[in-house]
């Protein structure tokens, strides 16, 4: 469970520091004190951006706990390291292109005022694809050498962290489908913003796969 | 003013309550003492918290009741006395905790002479194995449990060869000496508990856990399994009888080990057609009962539980309850089997008979009896054919009068409330949901379906 | 285009009055009407909990008297009970219900920052509700493995609905969190960015500061909940090992090798301990407002109140293992684990503290929602205290798995946070319905309430000091216990049916104010927090007409020297409040 707790305690420390810097030595039952105007500025900034925050916060969350349950079960006497299919090092490299599609696209979409998202967006999500689809192969590659996920824990557990984490894409690439349709319609205001948290949520996940990847090449 | 009234009664009643309670901790029987200081001070601290806050409460509920023209008094907050408060309120937490941690780190480390006793928990029993005199287990693997092998003994093991083998729940020890618990479960999660040792600990499948004590009283102490298990949880209960060293030594060199249990030879069939002679009067020349006798059908009844009905009989176990009619007729048949070898023989006769299925004399509800055997179905199987794992003996193509009369008996306490007879205990657990005579005909009609 | 909040669309207002009966109360995005849907769905499934808990008590007290408990139903009742008391009505009813309600109306915005997925947050809900209730009537049944659904026997033929319930609990439980982590995001971004001008963090009232908390644990630990049960899932459905070891169940080996129980023990322990305090949390919130308002005084200790609520959420993340004292785990954890839970006693004994010391020196209205918060103090204490046995390891070895543990959390988690939802509900009551409730009612529901449900607990953690285990269909004879251990239970059983059975009173007394109350004042507390300044009550979907409010003080200015009255809502300005002398806090 250490690694569940030190990801949660360093989530924990950050959301502690902020408010009590939000608190530390106010006195709130003095009016006087609280400077009525002061704290307009962090209000209406972004929920998006903190709706999505919070949601990466829960996801670490989840794939901090799943890989405290692997370290546990590692440990136990019937573990058989798994030979990850060579392929992932393809894959991986596709979805760092697919980040940096993202980012071209987001800085694009910054910076100019009526800027064409369309061909960043397609590549990004094209890579993305690619991605999901090399995954997917992964997988056949290995059921058809007879390493199936019932075979051994380590297999079970490589075909959990693979699936959750290509759910995950693919939850993004539900939002990355409604502004593509929505860029295609014309709408790029509205898109705007969606591709700068995609931006973020890929970024997130392309982390969160190098530290599974690691861990799973590690072991 | 009635809700201040209603505290100070509640928090004078709660201590009343303690003080008279007579459901409170059973007599010590072990060495843990230590735990009951530990709880003891507890109990002040705690107590001491409950009545102060709680009083105070009632005298502020009281004292400053809304009145009209009072104002409250405004103060967001006093420094000095959180801290004092918060101070203090450490102190009575480190008092608690101290000693609980001392006497942790007494429970965490074994004695060095302690002996070692294993449990052994499945669904729904307890069973036990000593190390035997060269003090040192066999190795054990769950792949190989199966009715021949309930431990999972390694054959090959010599440290295994000694192993004495207790397959009844009823562990005995010596007294005042430490002794460690091994605990081992077949299938799933158990708890070795017993109040008056008031250590208890899980069994977990694929582990072994443990805990120690030193008996410290005499006597005859209840088991319970106190984790979850399954429908049959509440019935997995066993003993410790805690004797002194030498009837221990005694007991525990007149139990089989695990090298003459496997050298036992087959019971033979033909020696036990003589034997069988006495029985065939009542029970039929091929065992198929005879209703007017009240002998019930035994051709396809199994083994294993033909022998332990004989052995319950002969050992007083099953027969001498006043009102059991009939199985007081079975014991003197019983006793004119003189060893164990004599009821293998007898029992390996009776399984060459052709099992031919009892005729159904019992009419019910089928519908209803197939609702109420759900809960059979669990030990004795979907088909009442029996689980010798389970100790739950065939049922379907057996004589179902006799069904329905030991039924009857089981649920009066008739049957199965003797001390030794383990398994007829549980099933009295379980008869007892059996309201009526009806709803026993209900699921021997049913079971006359399978 | 940048996202604007709703805060500042004044001029979409109008866009905020749903007119058709379906969208106004069925497809509503208002979060006043789903946190009533919420609350009516949360009772809902808590009045078929408390059925079950009633069939539990029949067997406990009148043992084989009635010939519809068996074994097989009896495990069914006690995991359905526990399952849908902790997760379907109190997670739901605290965070869903109230949070709902509360954290716009208190904070001072129109609605929750993303209404439609507060809207799907629900309906979501209302599936995971519908698949539990369908277990009831798969061929097997629902399962029962015990609330904790601790593996392998979770999964294995000795556990009724092993074929189908097993597979919707978890179903259910995983379109839960989903629900559940849809709201919560919805909550977190709402405490953050939609409050009104001059709602500083330290100026919420403590029930948005319990909530706020509550539901950030929930993000946190729902996770490992949901871990688990996929990973349960897998174990059961394609045969998996996670948690499964080799074993022999009923003579066959069903072909695992190597898992460990354990593993899935501390996973559903380090969700289990948080949800402790995730109901906890917001009960702490909710009645600290409510003993300030109705003693009239300042909450005391406000800082130390807020930072009890974050030491104990902090704290609530490595205290979990104290579940599995006994479970097999490295015994040497409990060294760890008893320092910590001990521990978490400081922070909580500080509020407690507070509380009593908000009493002092008040002027105390003893209405029904006050009762309730001052029954919530009694029984709070008590099961906090007992909580001090069970968390002590080594006490721990002869009460775990016996009713004190029971009567310990029924007490802290069951009867405690039962109180303050009905003090909240009926302190809330002229808010959310425009109507007041019948006091004499109230009153009477109140004492049968505190005092039936003191009335089952106390005896049974007697009963648990004796050794009778939890989790007992039946305990038949033994040696060790006093036949008047029988005798105590047959008592706890009439008080449990006892209890069960008043609770009409607090239906016939909602169904009398909904049809017969008189009009609630809008304030009838005096309270100065947010919700009760709205412009109508109840307050309509928008909540603040045409012009949000303004915050200028703290939720706790009750009785300030040298004012009119005894109370200042938040939204009034130091200029506009009616001084009789001085400023208030100069001196402070």
């Known amino acids: 469970m250490e690694i569940g707790l030190i990801v949660l305690a360093a989530m924990l420390a950050t959301l502690l520091g902020w408010i009590l810097k939000q608190s530390f030595n106010t006195q709130p039952w003095l009016a006087e004190v609280v400077d009525e105007t002061a704290n307009q500025a962090p209000f209406n900034a972004r929920p998006k951006l903190v709706a999505l925050t919070a949601f990466l916060a829960v996801v670490t969350s989840f794939f901090a706990l799943i890989l405290s349950a692997y370290s546990l079960r590692m440990e136990l006497g019937d573990w058989i390291p798994l030979t990850e299919p060579q392929l992932l090092w393809v894959n991986t490299g596709v979805l760092v292109l697919a980040s940096v599609a993202f980012q071209w696209t987001r800085n694009i979409a910054v910076r100019e005022a009526t800027p064409r998202l369309m061909p960043g967006l397609l590549l990004s999500g094209v890579l993305t694809m690619v991605f999901l689809a090399g995954q997917w192969i992964a997988w056949q590659q290995l059921n058809a050498s007879g390493q199936y996920m019932t075979s051994n824990p380590s297999n079970a557990f490589f075909f959990l962290l693979t699936g959750i984490h290509g759910l995950h894409i693919l939850g993004g690439m539900y939002v990355w489908a409604r502004a593509t349709v929505k860029a295609f319609g014309g709408d790029v205001d509205a898109v705007r913003h969606s591709v700068e948290l995609c931006t973020i949520y890929w970024h997130f996940l392309l982390l969160v796969w190098l530290v599974l990847f690691g861990l799973m090449l590690s072991t | ?450 | 285009m940048g996202y604007v909040a709703i805060a500042d669309r004044d001029h979409e207002i109008e866009h905020h009055d749903p007119q058709t009966f379906i969208t106004k109360y069925v497809w509503s995005q208002d979060h006043k009407v789903i946190a009533i849907q919420y609350g009516v769905t949360a009772i809902f499934v808590g009045l078929i909990a408390l059925g079950l808990s009633a069939m539990m008590r029949l067997q406990l007290g009148f043992p084989d008297s009635f010939s519809f408990i068996n074994p097989e139903n009896y495990y069914q009742f006690i995991t359905m009970h526990g399952m849908i008391m902790v997760i379907y009505l109190l997670t739901a009813l605290f965070l869903g219900g109230f949070g709902n309600y509360l954290i716009p109306l208190m904070c001072g915005s129109r609605d929750m920052v993303f209404p439609f997925l507060n809207m799907l947050s629900y309906w979501v809900y209302l599936l995971s509700v519908i698949i539990l209730i369908a277990s009831f009537f798969v061929p097997g049944g629902s399962t029962g493995a015990g609330w904790t659904l601790y593996p392998p026997q979770a999964i294995l033929p000795g556990t009724p609905g092993v074929d189908w319930g097993i597979l919707l609990m978890l179903a259910s439980l995983a379109v839960f969190i989903v629900a559940f982590t849809m709201g919560g995001l919805n909550y977190v971004t709402t405490v953050l960015q939609a409050r009104c001008r001059g709602m500083t963090l330290m100026r919420m009232p403590l029930s948005v500061w319990g909530i706020f908390i509550a539901t950030i644990l929930g993000l946190l630990a729902f996770p490992a909940l949901l871990v688990s049960a996929i990973m349960m899932l897998l174990d059961k459905t394609i045969a998996t090992s996670f948690f499964m070891p080799a074993i022999s169940s009923m003579g066959v080996d069903p072909g695992y090798t190597g898992g460990s129980p354990i593993l899935f023990q501390h996973l559903f322990w380090f969700f289990g301990h948080p949800e402790v305090y995730i109901v906890a949390l917001p009960a702490f919130g909710i009645v600290s407002d409510l003993l300030s308002t109705h003693a009239r005084k300042n909450i005391f200790g406000y800082r130390m109140m807020v930072w009890a609520i974050i030491a104990i959420g902090g704290l609530s993340f490595i205290v979990w293992a104290h579940h599995m004292y006994v479970s097999g785990m490295n015994p040497y954890f409990g060294f760890f684990f008893a320092t910590t839970t001990l521990i978490i006693a400081v922070p909580t004994a500080i509020k407690v503290y507070n509380w009593v010391l908000t009493l002092w020196e008040g002027n105390i209205h003893l209405r029904v929602p006050m009762l309730f918060a001052i029954a919530f103090i009694f029984t709070f204490i008590h099961g906090g205290l007992t909580g001090l046995f069970l968390g002590n390891v080594t006490i721990d070895l002869p009460l775990s798995d016996t009713y004190f543990v029971v009567a310990h959390f029924h007490m802290v988690m069951g009867v405690s946070p039962v109180l303050v939802v009905f003090g909240a509900i009926y302190h809330w009551w002229p808010k959310i319905t425009g109507r007041m409730y019948h006091e004499g009612l109230g009153k009477w529901h109140f004492w049968m309430t505190f005092l039936g449900t003191y009335s089952i607990y106390l005896p049974m953690h007697y009963l648990g000091f004796a050794g009778v285990p939890r989790r007992y269909f039946a305990m038949g004879n033994t040696e060790f216990l006093p036949e008047s251990a029988q005798d105590l239970n047959a008592w706890i059983t009439m008080s449990a049916l006892f209890v069960a059975a008043t609770q009409v009173l607090f239906f016939i007394n909602v169904i009398w104010s909904l049809k017969k109350g008189p009009k609630a004042d809008p304030n009838p507390w005096d309270a100065t927090t947010l919700e009760w300044q709205t412009p109508d009550n109840p307050p309509k979907h928008g909540n603040w007409g045409h012009e949000l409010p303004e915050c200028h003080r703290w939720a706790y200015d009750y009785s300030v020297p040298g004012y009119k009255d005894d109370f200042i809502p938040q939204n009034v300005p130091a200029s506009d409040a009616a001084p009789a002398g001085r400023d208030h806090g100069v001196e402070h």
């Open chain 2, 1 to 450: 003013m009635p809700l201040a009234v209603v505290l100070i009664l509640l928090v004078v009643g709660s201590l009343v309550f303690h003080v008279l309670s007579p459901w409170t901790f059973t007599p010590l029987a072990s060495n843990w003492g230590l735990i009951d200081f530990t709880i003891d001070i507890t109990f002040w601290v705690t107590g001491a918290v409950f009545v102060a806050v709680n009083l105070f409460m009632a005298y502020c509920v009281i004292k400053f009741r809304y009145k009209k023209d009072a104002q409250a008094t405004y103060e967001p907050e006093n420094k000095k006395l959180e801290t004092w408060l918060t101070a203090l309120t450490a102190v009575g937490v480190a008092a608690m905790l101290t000693p609980g941690l001392f006497v942790w780190a007494d429970f965490v480390n074994v004695p060095d002479d302690a002996h070692e006793v294993e449990a052994v928990g499945q669904q729904w029993h307890w069973s036990y194995r000593y190390p035997g005199v060269d003090g040192k287990f066999g190795e054990v693997d769950a792949e190989r449990i199966s009715s021949d092998n309930p431990f999972g003994m390694d054959p090959d093991d010599p440290n295994g060869q000694d192993d004495v083998l207790i397959m009844h729940p009823e562990a005995r020890l010596p007294i005042d000496k430490p002794v460690k618990f091994l605990l081992r479960s077949k299938d799933v999660l158990h708890d070795f508990a017993i109040a008056q040792f008031r250590v208890k600990m899980d069994l977990v499948p694929g582990m072994q856990t443990f805990l120690w004590l030193t008996p410290t009283a005499l006597g005859r102490f209840e088991l319970l399994c106190e984790e979850l298990c399954g429908i049959a949880h509440h019935t997995m209960r066993g003993a410790v009888i805690v004797e002194e060293s030498d009837d221990f030594d005694a007991w525990l060199a007149a139990q089989p080990t695990y090298s003459e249990i496997t050298a036992q030879a087959a019971g033979n069939a033909a020696v036990g057609a003589g034997q069988y002679i006495v029985c065939a009067a009542c029970h039929g020349q091929q065992g198929e009962g005879l209703a007017a006798l009240n002998a019930p059908k035994l051709a396809g009844q199994s083994a294993w539980y033909m022998k332990r009905q004989l052995q319950n009989y002969k050992s007083g176990a099953r027969g001498a309850h006043a009102d059991d009619v009939f199985g007081r007729q079975m014991v003197p048949m019983a006793a004119t089997l003189a060893d164990d070898a004599a009821i293998n023989n007898v029992v390996a006769h009776i399984q060459t008979f052709p099992d031919v299925p009892a005729p159904a004399t019992i009419d019910g509800d089928v519908e209803n009896g197939a609702k109420l055997y759900n809960v059979c179905a669990y030990c004795h199987g979907d088909q009442a054919q029996g689980i010798e794992a389970m100790n739950a003996p065939r049922a379907a193509g057996m004589s179902d009068w006799y069904l329905a009369r030991q039924l009857q008996n089981f649920k009066d306490g008739i049957r199965g409330s003797h001390p030794t007879d383990y398994y007829g205990f549980q099933m009295g657990f379980m008869a007892r949901v059996l309201h009526d005579e009806q709803a026993i005909n209900d699921l021997v009609a049913y079971i006359n379906t399978l």
